[in-house]
């Protein structure tokens, strides 16, 4: 049946208009509305506090029936999700690269299961493509909100039941909830974003002002409350500038504000001002909308880069698929008859986009002449990783050791780093006066007494072996200092490092290695920055222009200010430095292609042929560097 027109307030839909509102727009134009992330916590607290109140309605009544509630929500949520789904399916396997539709049919069949919260969570890390070029991150809050429900109706019956007051149940779960995401947001801040179990208080506490109802309260209260809430909701969307570690305790900004609105009830001032016509029309098609907004702003990225033309005009389709969708999609399986037949119907057809996704049909023969450059230049990285074992004792997920050319004879020189020593392996590699091997770790910077656990445990593993190697003549320092310079923490590990750190285990370690009578030498970061996906012409696009270009003053502000303190440091020690920038750039841009080659693997490494052409091109300079001798 429709909504009962007895507990529908037309001033939710309008809340509803506020949120998805912010979200968008903080999507399209960041700059408009930079705390617009909030949008979705307001969207939490309102499906509790309405999810709540239908639970709780139906047990006073003695009529709740967990099919009927299952049968309910699956009309509701599917029929757009499954349009969505099978709409960026198709539209992927037209448009995207091999590598950007396995990952994308992978976050179908998650978005299918309603576990991409948790898939996003798995892939977050190092070598993780940003979330801007992923079409389905967003149904990371939808699945959140699935899963709470999966168990929240029936513990909310049994507390029902067995509980005289299951309202304190609600509230000590929320309570414990709300104290592990703040936990969480220092220790695991990706846990804490995308973890069902620190995100659940935003859902329980609409829940618990549903067991309340609409403040009971003269005019002036209920205005002031609604007035307060307003303005915490613009507090959210205009103070918070930092997603990095939310949500926290600042996710009270938005929770509270929406509550606020919630409990003042129809009355309050702002309330009555929500329930306008445009607002509240907003609000009914929010859940297409916040849908189908980001896939086109996603595939606008991966198409174009996504100038502010098009984005202003995703943003219209939006709305133009939006409303389509409700209107002709969702109200008609939602109401109507046999409802049990459509949610069986619905819940067949989730399943089967599923399993489609997670085969991953191909893509078609005539991707072949398209993809062929990319597949060939950007496949890996400029080296396979390999196991320290040899030096530590043990293996490591993150190990980016390599006997080198040394071949199994006696080196003289060592290359020590993280990822990115890969990109000169091939340069020393095809150097036949230097015998080198590697020992590294990703996100490690070969720095002494710097970095978690893991990281220090194989630089003293590396110091130790210099030492022991009286025949290693030479040291090589290679990483992202980019990324270390400007401070560096390590999320799953509940470690951080300052810049004021960085720079202190940088002149300790060098200092350490020319004690020890070895000729030290500094490779500089290599530019990063630019999306190599964005050299493949792609069959649909709807801007005629070279993407496939990075500045160099773009690559400059990527690079940081690391080298301001480092260079003169290095330089009164006459510490030898390779610097890739005069090599990959000119005074106005730098190099991501060789003819149709291209020299980037992802935003940061180099390609296996991007090491090798630095190789050959940057080969005497590195030489030079080499020779030089304090």
Same mark, same amino acid.
């Given at each position: 049946?429709?909504?009962?027109?007895?507990?529908?307030?037309?001033?939710?839909?309008?809340?509803?208009?506020?949120?998805?509102?912010?979200?968008?727009?903080?999507?399209?134009?960041?700059?408009?509305?930079?705390?617009?992330?909030?949008?979705?916590?307001?969207?939490?607290?309102?499906?509790?506090?309405?999810?709540?109140?239908?639970?709780?309605?139906?047990?006073?009544?003695?009529?709740?029936?967990?099919?009927?509630?299952?049968?309910?929500?699956?009309?509701?949520?599917?029929?757009?999700?499954?349009?969505?789904?099978?709409?960026?399916?198709?539209?992927?396997?037209?448009?995207?690269?091999?590598?950007?539709?396995?990952?994308?049919?992978?976050?179908?069949?998650?978005?299918?299961?309603?576990?991409?919260?948790?898939?996003?969570?798995?892939?977050?890390?190092?070598?993780?493509?940003?979330?801007?070029?992923?079409?389905?991150?967003?149904?990371?809050?939808?699945?959140?909100?699935?899963?709470?429900?999966?168990? =929240?109706?029936? %513990?909310?019956?049994? @507390?029902?039941?067995?509980?005289? #007051?299951?309202?304190?149940? $609600? /509230?000590?779960? !929320? &309570?414990?909830?709300?104290?592990?995401?703040?936990?969480?947001?220092?220790?695991?801040?990706?846990?804490?974003?995308?973890?069902?179990?620190?995100?659940?208080?935003?859902?329980?506490?609409?829940?618990?002002?549903?067991?309340?109802?609409?403040?009971?309260?003269?005019?002036?209260?209920?205005?002031?409350?609604?007035?307060?809430?307003?303005?915490?909701?613009?507090?959210? =969307?205009?103070? %918070?500038?930092?997603? @990095?570690?939310?949500?926290?305790? #600042?996710?009270?900004?938005? $929770? /509270?504000?929406? !509550? &606020?609105?919630?409990?003042?009830?129809?009355?309050?001032?702002?309330?009555?001002?929500?329930?306008?016509?445009?607002?509240?029309?907003?609000?009914?098609?929010?859940?297409?909308?916040?849908?189908?907004?980001?896939?086109?702003?996603?595939?606008?990225?991966?198409?174009?880069?996504?100038?502010?033309?098009?984005?202003?005009?995703?943003?219209?389709?939006?709305?133009?698929?939006?409303?389509?969708?409700?209107?002709?999609?969702?109200?008609?399986?939602?109401?109507?008859?046999?409802?049990?037949?459509?949610? !069986?119907?619905?819940?067949?057809?989730?399943?089967?986009?599923?399993?489609?996704?997670?085969?991953?049909?191909?893509?078609?023969?005539?991707?072949?002449?398209?993809?062929?450059?990319?597949?060939?230049?950007?496949?890996?990285?400029?080296?396979?990783?390999?196991?320290?074992?040899?030096?530590?004792?043990?293996?490591?997920?993150?190990?980016?050791?390599?006997?080198?050319?040394?071949?199994?004879?006696?080196?003289?020189?060592?290359?020590?780093?993280?990822?990115?020593?890969?990109?000169?392996?091939?340069?020393?590699?095809?150097?036949?006066?230097?015998?080198?091997?590697?020992?590294?770790?990703?996100?490690?910077?070969?720095?002494?007494?710097?970095?978690?656990?893991?990281?220090?445990?194989?630089?003293?593993?590396?110091?130790?072996?210099?030492?022991?190697?009286?025949?290693?003549?030479?040291?090589?320092?290679?990483?992202?200092?980019?990324?270390?310079?400007?401070?560096?923490?390590?999320?799953?590990?509940?470690?951080?490092?300052?810049?004021?750190?960085?720079?202190?285990?940088?002149?300790?370690?060098?200092?350490?290695?020319?004690?020890?009578?070895?000729?030290?030498?500094?490779?500089?970061?290599?530019?990063?920055?630019?999306?190599?996906?964005?050299?493949?012409?792609?069959?649909?696009?709807?801007?005629?222009?070279?993407?496939?270009?990075?500045?160099?003053?773009?690559?400059?502000?990527?690079?940081?200010?690391?080298?301001?303190?480092?260079?003169?440091?290095?330089?009164?020690?006459?510490?030898?430095?390779?610097?890739?920038?005069?090599?990959?750039?000119?005074?106005?841009?730098?190099?991501?292609?060789?003819?149709?080659?291209?020299?980037?693997?992802?935003?940061?490494?180099?390609?296996?042929?991007?090491?090798?052409?630095?190789?050959?091109?940057?080969?005497?300079?590195?030489?030079?560097?080499?020779?030089?001798?304090?």
């Amino acid at each position: 049946m429709r909504t009962n027109p007895a507990f529908y307030r037309p001033d939710i839909d309008g809340l509803r208009a506020v949120a998805v509102l912010a979200v968008v727009l903080f999507h399209a134009f960041p700059g408009l509305v930079p705390g617009g992330f909030a949008g979705v916590d307001v969207f939490f607290v309102i499906s509790g506090y309405l999810i709540t109140g239908i639970i709780l309605r139906g047990l006073q009544t003695d009529s709740f029936s967990l099919a009927e509630f299952y049968g309910h929500r699956a009309r509701r949520i599917l029929p757009a999700l499954l349009l969505v789904l099978c709409s960026c399916l198709a539209f992927g396997w037209y448009e995207l690269l091999p590598v950007e539709y396995a990952q994308l049919s992978r976050h179908v069949a998650a978005g299918a299961g309603f576990v991409q919260n948790l898939v996003l969570w798995r892939e977050a890390g190092y070598f993780d493509t940003v979330t801007e070029l992923k079409p389905l991150m967003h149904l990371w809050s939808l699945s959140i909100e699935e899963q709470f429900y999966l168990l =929240y109706p029936p %513990l909310l019956w049994a @507390a029902w039941r067995w509980l005289r #007051r299951p309202v304190r149940a $609600v /509230a000590a779960l !929320a &309570l414990a909830s709300f104290a592990l995401g703040l936990v969480l947001t220092s220790a695991d801040p990706v846990q804490a974003f995308f973890g069902p179990h620190a995100r659940m208080w935003e859902l329980l506490a609409g829940g618990l002002l549903a067991f309340r109802g609409p403040a009971v309260a003269s005019q002036h209260a209920r205005s002031a409350m609604s007035m307060g809430g307003l303005l915490l909701l613009a507090l959210a =969307y205009w103070g %918070l500038r930092d997603g @990095a570690s939310y949500p926290g305790w #600042r996710a009270l900004l938005p $929770v /509270a504000g929406a !509550a &606020l609105l919630l409990y003042a009830g129809p009355q309050g001032i702002v309330n009555r001002a929500l329930a306008c016509r445009p607002l509240v029309l907003i609000g009914a098609i929010s859940y297409p909308l916040y849908l189908w907004h980001w896939p086109l702003l996603a595939f606008g990225r991966i198409a174009d880069a996504l100038p502010a033309a098009e984005r202003n005009g995703a943003v219209v389709l939006s709305f133009v698929l939006a409303w389509l969708t409700w209107r002709l999609v969702e109200q008609p399986i939602r109401y109507g008859a046999r409802p049990g037949r459509k949610a !069986a119907v619905l819940c067949a057809m989730l399943l089967l986009v599923g399993t489609v996704a997670w085969t991953a049909p191909p893509q078609s023969a005539q991707h072949a002449a398209r993809l062929a450059a990319f597949t060939r230049a950007n496949a890996n990285n400029a080296q396979q990783p390999q196991s320290c074992r040899m030096l530590t004792g043990q293996d490591h997920p993150e190990d980016w050791c390599n006997g080198g050319n040394a071949a199994g004879r006696e080196p003289d020189t060592v290359l020590l780093g993280d990822s990115f020593a890969n990109a000169y392996t091939a340069m020393l590699t095809a150097d036949a006066s230097t015998r080198f091997v590697q020992f590294g770790r990703g996100q490690c910077p070969a720095l002494l007494d710097y970095g978690p656990a893991w990281c220090r445990e194989i630089v003293r593993a590396q110091a130790a072996y210099v030492a022991q190697h009286a025949g290693v003549r030479t040291v090589i320092l290679a990483g992202h200092w980019p990324a270390y310079a400007g401070g560096q923490r390590w999320s799953r590990f509940d470690h951080e490092e300052s810049t004021a750190a960085f720079h202190a285990a940088f002149r300790r370690t060098v200092e350490h290695y020319r004690s020890l009578g070895r000729h030290v030498v500094i490779l500089l970061s290599p530019p990063t920055g630019a999306n190599p996906a964005t050299c493949v012409p792609r069959p649909l696009h709807l801007v005629e222009k070279n993407i496939c270009r990075r500045t160099l003053a773009q690559a400059r502000q990527s690079d940081g200010d690391y080298r301001v303190t480092l260079l003169p440091w290095l330089a009164a020690r006459n510490v030898a430095v390779f610097d890739p920038y005069p090599v990959l750039c000119d005074d106005r841009q730098c190099r991501l292609m060789d003819g149709d080659r291209m020299l980037y693997a992802d935003w940061l490494h180099l390609s296996t042929h991007g090491a090798g052409w630095l190789a050959l091109q940057g080969r005497p300079a590195l030489r030079a560097a080499l020779a030089v001798r304090p």
